[in-house]
């Protein structure tokens, strides 16, 4: 089963281009690059400074434009004749830079000595996601086979899964995949504020709210001013995530802890100051 593309519009299954192998690296190189720095998966990074990606990534609100709505894409895969079809929706949370995030945290680590006590340690950071895609199968037996490791497993064994994979691969009208679908949620996401104007400030708008007791938790939050007014950040920016992990992720790495899941702390003492780290994170 290989990939395919539409190039020209809407086209017919068995009229649309292979897209090769490199393609599909260049492809999946760019999508985990883009999640890593927070990047919708929709959009091409661009080639600017981290505050102007930011920019770019919180106001990107509408998709690049697909040849067929998403309703046209499921029509297509019901008219379909294939045996063995597979349609592919596809999870994705962004909004967060990883790379960034994952320095800080690192930085935070070496700062409680972890790598002067253990010379061949190392430290591995990663932000796992689970659930991130949703699967439309065939109604047959031989896609439970494609679906399930333990049936894939048994007739692995007695040497029938390798001609049926390599049925579905090349045989014309075996298989088909379809993915071309995704929805994205935002950890955080920029929002021109209500009764801005052109030209406001941030001190100018933090008067004011601080008079309307109705708004004091939008007076908490995050705001920034651009030249069509100022902008205000709903949800958990980096900087914020770090400040209130501090001092559990520090403590953790300075007693060796072991656990599946990390308590949050909330103790004063032993406190180190986290705002040159978390700095860096504040003009994400």
Known sequence: MRMSAEENGPTNIERRRFVSGDEQDAQEAWLDDSERRGVPPWT????????????????????????????????????????????????????????????????????????????????????????????????????????????????????????????????????????????????????????????????AVKARLASMPVKQKEEEKRLKAEPDGVWILQGTHEGDWFRAWELSIRLAARDRQRVKWLSRQTLDHERIDANILAGELDRL
């Open 44 to 203: 091409i990074p661009p080639s600017k400074s981290h505050n102007q990606e930011e920019k770019n990534v919180e106001r990107t609100t509408k998709p690049l434009a697909s040849s067929r709505s998403f309703e046209d894409w499921l029509v297509d895969y019901c008219r379909s004749k294939r045996v063995i079809k597979d349609f592919k929706l596809s999870k994705v949370i962004y909004g967060w830079n990883q790379n960034a995030l994952t320095q800080s945290i690192e930085e935070l680590i070496r700062s409680t000595g972890y790598y002067v006590s253990h010379s061949h340690a190392s430290v591995h950071i990663k932000f796992h996601s689970s659930s991130t895609c949703v699967h439309v199968r065939s109604p047959n037996f031989v896609s439970k086979i494609f679906s399930s490791w333990v049936l894939m497993t048994l007739f692995s064994l007695i040497l029938v899964f390798p001609f049926l994979w390599l049925w579905r691969r090349y045989w014309p009208g075996a298989g088909g995949k379809w993915s071309v679908a995704g929805v994205g949620f935002p950890v955080k996401r920029w929002e021109l504020l209500k009764g801005t104007f052109p030209g406001d400030t941030v001190e």
